[in-house]
């Protein structure tokens, strides 16, 4: 094994740390995400806002890409990175929101599921002959006290509370327009159109209803929503119209 070249031999295995201290097979999967579409959580007193870039081929049907999925009524989540690694772990975190129930009797809530992700996450950074999942998350739920949360995971098993955050390439830029931008008093509406304009900073490919999934989580319903075509349509005029105005 040759260890004479940056990241050759200490790529092998999750167990090796190269001699700067690096674990070059969890660099790997953070740069994954770095090139995966974009996904966006934005937190708000009325609930929590979720969209994802689809990219799609010219002949792919866009309804078969599902960038954000519901785990449960009151709580979605939006993936970037690997979709087959993303489907692996929303399973499991479908299995764990039916599991608390039954043990609680109540839903799950949004940082129990980070952690739970996490943990398996940890893993597959932990174990030889395993890689880590190439996939960070934003967890969007509105809890049983009728809190909004809003969490973000990434690909080595550490997860955090957030505001508003961006996964995903183009995230530095779109982070910054974020951090100017976003006001914690503001509506769902508003926090849709938001988040609208952010994907804007990391693309200059025309935003359509066919590459851009949109959910939200009202406090006031505390239920998943993912909105329609016609939905999504609907807010991107209304975007076009106040420049106009």
Not at 129 to 154: C, E, K, Q, W
Request: proline content about 4%.
């Amino acid at each position: 094994m040759v260890f004479g070249i940056s990241g050759a031999g200490y790529d092998m295995s999750t167990s090796i740390f190269s001699p700067e201290g690096r674990i070059f097979a969890a660099e790997y999967a953070k740069k994954a995400v770095e090139q995966g579409a974009t996904s966006i959580g934005i937190l708000c007193n009325e609930g929590v806002v979720l969209l994802a870039e689809k990219i799609t081929k010219p002949l792919q049907e866009p309804d078969s890409v599902e960038k954000i999925s519901k785990i449960d009524e009151h709580l979605g989540i939006a993936t970037s990175g690997l979709m087959a690694d993303a489907r692996k772990l929303i399973e499991n975190a479908r299995i764990k929101a039916q599991s608390y129930w039954l043990t609680f009797e109540e839903p799950v809530p949004g940082e129990a599921v980070a952690e739970y992700i996490c943990d398996i996450k940890g893993q597959f950074t932990q174990t030889g002959g395993a890689r880590p999942y190439g996939v960070a998350m934003i967890i969007g739920s509105v809890d049983h006290d009728n809190s909004p949360r809003l969490f973000v995971t990434d690909p080595v098993g550490t997860f955090w509370g957030f505001l508003a955050a961006v996964i995903g390439r183009g995230s530095n830029r779109a982070g910054e327009y974020l951090e100017t931008h976003y006001k914690p008093k503001m509506k769902i509406a508003q926090a849709v159109n938001l988040a609208l304009d952010t994907l804007r900073q990391t693309t200059d490919a025309e935003l359509t209803s066919r590459n851009v999934e949109i959910a939200k989580i009202p406090v006031s319903t505390g239920t998943f929503y993912k909105l329609s075509h016609e939905e999504v349509e609907s807010h991107l005029s209304s975007i076009e119209s106040e420049k106009k105005a």
